[in-house]
T-cell receptor, first 114, second 114 residues
Framework: DSGVTQTPKHLITATGQRVTLRCSPR?????VYWYQQSLDQGLQFLIQYYNGEERAKGNILERFSAQQFPDLHSELNLSSLELGDSALYFC?????????????FGEGSWLTVV | GESVGLHLPTLSVQEGDNSIINCAYS??????FIWYKQESGKGPQFIIDIRSNMDKRQGQRVTVLLNKTVKHLSLQIAATQPGDSAVYFC?????????????FGSGTRLQVQP
């Protein structure tokens, strides 16, 4: 158990809908990362937050957004869902206080868009 | 894009043999590297890390070797066990104004034959 908690574990929704994925980082970790893993794209970095502020952006679509709250949990919002958004979405966290801080991953949220 | 999923390179070894999984990275500015193990349906799990000021680091049954000259990383697993069967990813930190998001290499599927 990495200490990173993600909910829901599985989600099935229809195209055009909107979903929210939730992540609680490890205790003490200030930084949260979101990754998308699908068969044809591998592990793709989406976005990083550090202590409530956006730190870095990767291949995140405009239909997707995220935020990190004062209690450091994070949410990834996916809207106008398309079939191609079906994937495993991972949240990860780290202390992010400097070099060499290990990044720990949650178990992921399986999203199926039908 | 990255090569993962059905097109993953596969390494098949006999139980008890040593395994060597290789990874190449492209950005010479990377100065921190991590190996992750991902079992089916689970999140990537931290195995071992190494900083660019080192060329070798050992853990329990695992050794990571770093060759910065050719931008190559390898993971050696001693006395491979069935529980080592998984997809292995190397990841690098691209140092860019504090961004610490990981860039994942293409994974390798390790199959341990009993």
């Amino acid at each position: 158990d990495s200490g990173v908690t993600q909910t829901p574990k599985h989600l099935i929704t229809a195209t055009g809908q909107r979903v929210t994925l939730r992540c609680s980082p490890r205790s003490g970790d200030l930084s949260v990362y979101w990754y998308q893993q699908s068969l044809d794209q591998g592990l793709q970095f989406l976005i990083q937050y550090y202590n409530g502020e956006e730190r870095a952006k990767g291949n995140i679509l405009e239909r997707f957004s995220a935020q990190q709250f004062p209690d450091l949990h994070s949410e990834l919002n996916l809207s106008s869902l398309e079939l191609g958004d079906s994937a495993l979405y991972f949240c990860a966290s780290s202390v992010a206080g400097g070099h060499g801080n290990t990044i720990y991953f949650g178990e992921g949220s399986w999203l199926t868009v039908v | 894009g990255e090569s993962v999923g059905l097109h993953l390179p596969t390494l098949s070894v006999q139980e008890g043999d040593n395994s060597i999984i290789n990874c190449a990275y492209s950005n010479s500015a990377s100065d921190y590297f991590i190996w992750y193990k991902q079992e089916s349906g689970k999140g990537p799990q931290f195995i071992i890390d190494i900083r660019s000021n080192m060329d070798k680091r050992q853990g329990q049954r695992v050794t990571v070797l770093l060759n910065k000259t050719v931008k190559h990383l390898s993971l050696q697993i001693a006395a491979t066990q069935p529980g080592d069967s998984a997809v292995y990813f190397c990841a690098a930190i691209i140092m860019d104004t504090g961004r610490r998001a990981l860039t994942f290499g293409s994974g390798t599927r390790l199959q341990v034959q009993p």
